[in-house]
């Protein structure tokens, strides 16, 4: 009997998925009174967006990784959605390279 990873994915997917997925979800300390902006989990708050979307910098399985995500409010903790994309460092500069191109697009 054998089974199949899931549908439609080998195993170039998986590792690539599992290579570049956000961090597991863990428990956050409130940041309200603390103004160093580290978490808990290391990670380190840069900036709320809105309401509900925050970005921070985070280091996992030994790289930096900007993690732009959704929070939703559990027990009076924020937590990090599945929403939410996390760029390692070539991806970050080559976004960052582009922005004057999106800023002229938005004008």
Not at 8 to 16: I, L, Q, R, S, V
Not at 29 to 46: A, H, L, R, V, Y
Not at 75 to 100: T, Y
């Amino acid at each position: 009997m054998s089974f199949k990873r899931g549908k439609g994915k080998n195993k170039d997917e998986d590792d690539y998925i599992s290579e570049h997925a956000p961090p597991k979800k863990t428990s956050k300390k409130d940041t309200s009174g603390d103004d160093s902006g580290e978490e808990e989990d290391g990670s380190i708050f840069i900036c709320e967006v809105s309401k509900n979307r925050r970005v921070s910098v985070r280091n996992w399985q030994g790289k930096v990784y900007v993690d732009i995500r959704e929070f939703y409010v559990k027990d009076g903790k924020q937590m990090p959605g599945k929403k939410g994309i996390s760029l390692n460092m070539d991806q970050w500069k080559e976004l960052r390279a582009h922005v004057d191109e999106i800023d002229k697009a938005l004008a």
